[in-house]
């Protein structure tokens, strides 16, 4: 049974993109296709490719109502996206601010990124400098003795960006590009510093920001292989990202470099979804997601919710409040005595597998259905304001967003992107409102 739902999701993840491509005339930027992406990777690529040991720990009928209520959850995210819900979300999210004249939206974006940049400057110094910092794989920080808002203020530099592109649009000559001196640096600290998911959704956004603000499609061939180029170098970065550090000599990727060119890319296709090892493992996101429906509410009893208590203090910095409560560590004991982790240890459940640890069924359908309700609201603001810059510079910043809530679902991941992403978005449109005269508001046309 667990084959034929596999392959029912991959014809409705199929199904959707065909559609997609029709509909938007081969838009590479539809949000649809970087979340079907996300599901064909977990769901299609990692059974096949893992489908011996997840029988093994599993079973078939455990793995075959998984992949039953998988196949569900995504027919119904994209039913949930061309929903007439999504339609009305678009006309009642907030409207769009006005145009403004080039160059007024530059101060904010150098300030973000300028931020961003002295935030991990200082934090790389209070780690012990740059010589300690880069002494590791992945940055030797203190993060123990610091405040996450000091580390997380790199991720200003994202919206800076986006802002600085949206802004640089419709200059003439090379000034149109100016944001690509951060935009290129941005995207190789990621490599540098081995952030796989920060490869993808910088590469991404950066090509994004190429052509959205300016009302332009790049080449056909242009997504399809920077996205696939993005993905191997994710796969890279996966099994070789521990020999990046100061003073390596690399020794494993030159080792590499000598295989035959078909074996690497096999290796670095099924490290893109699978880890280092090239294969499924207890802590991979399709194991995660399955173990959840296994032992919810079995083993353990569901959390109607209890999960998203946690927002209302985690935005206090521990520095102001030793003793902050976690109230979710009762329900991680309890996932941790089953099944040797959690989803707050590292791994991810999967979107899917944590709508179902709220109510079941019921919360994994609803949950599903509205994600894509919300994914294709803000896809559908395109089509009611085409000329508007407030509309790209909205679409743009939740570009980097679709991919993040995939993981753990959209309020979990809140805290993430509601100050990352949000709030810049809300400070942009408070400064427009001051630097820009008052103009007609812009009419929605489908």
Not at 111 to 136: C, D, E, K, N, P
Request: proline content about 5%; glycine content about 10%.
């Amino acid at each position: 049974m667990s084959d034929l739902f596999a392959a029912l999701i991959f014809v409705t993840i199929a199904a959707c993109s065909i559609y997609e491509a029709h509909r938007s005339r081969l838009d590479p930027f539809q949000p649809i296709y970087y979340a079907m992406l996300g599901f064909a990777g977990v769901y299609c690529l990692q059974y096949v490719a893992g489908r011996e040991r997840l029988l093994a720990w599993f079973g078939d009928a455990t793995m075959g109502y998984a992949m039953c209520l998988a196949f569900m959850g995504i027919a119904l995210f994209g039913a949930g996206y061309y929903s007439p819900l999504a339609r009305a979300l678009a006309l009642r999210l907030p409207k769009p601010m006005s145009n403004w004249r080039p160059g007024r939206l530059a101060p904010l974006a150098l300030a973000l990124i300028g931020i961003g940049v002295m935030g991990q400057l200082w934090f790389i110094h209070r780690s012990g400098g740059a010589q300690t910092y880069f002494s590791a794989a992945r940055g030797k920080g203190a993060y123990e003795s610091n405040t996450a808002y000091l580390y997380g203020l790199k991720w200003l530099i994202t919206p800076g960006i986006i802002f600085w592109a949206v802004d640089c649009a419709r200059k003439k000559g090379l000034a149109r590009y100016a944001w690509l001196l951060v935009g290129l640096p941005w995207l190789l600290y990621q490599v540098i510093m081995g952030q796989r998911s920060g490869v993808f959704s910088v590469g991404v956004l950066l090509l994004a920001c190429a052509f959205v603000p300016r009302k332009s499609r790049p080449p056909i061939w242009m997504a399809p292989t920077g996205v696939m180029l993005l993905l191997l170098t994710v796969g890279f970065l996966t099994i070789f990202r521990s020999e990046f550090y100061a003073g390596s000599h690399f020794r494993g990727v030159h080792q590499f470099g000598r295989r035959p060119v078909s074996e690497r890319l096999r290796e670095l296709t099924l490290a893109t979804y699978m880890g280092a090892v090239g294969r499924i493992k207890w802590g991979s996101e399709l194991t995660m997601y399955v173990n959840y429906l296994r032992i919810f509410p079995d083993k353990v009893s569901f959390d109607y919710g209890m999960e998203y208590s946690q927002l209302l203090v985690a935005w206090v910095p521990r520095l102001l409040w030793p003793e902050r409560p976690d109230w979710r560590e009762p329900k991680r004991a309890a996932i941790f005595r089953e099944i040797g982790t959690s989803h707050l240890g590292g791994p991810t459940c999967t979107m899917l597998g944590m709508y179902y640890t709220h109510f079941g069924m019921l919360s994994l359908f609803l949950g599903a259905f509205l994600t894509g309700s919300l994914y294709g609201g803000i896809a559908r603001m395109r089509d009611l304001w085409p000329d508007s810059m407030g509309v790209d510079l909205v679409f743009l910043s939740f570009f980097n967003c679709y991919a993040l809530s995939l993981g753990n679902g959209v309020v979990a991941s809140f805290r993430t992107w509601g100050i990352w992403t949000l709030m810049p978005l809300v400070l942009a449109s408070i400064y427009l409102r001051f630097v820009t005269p008052s103009r007609k508001a812009l009419k929605a046309k489908w």
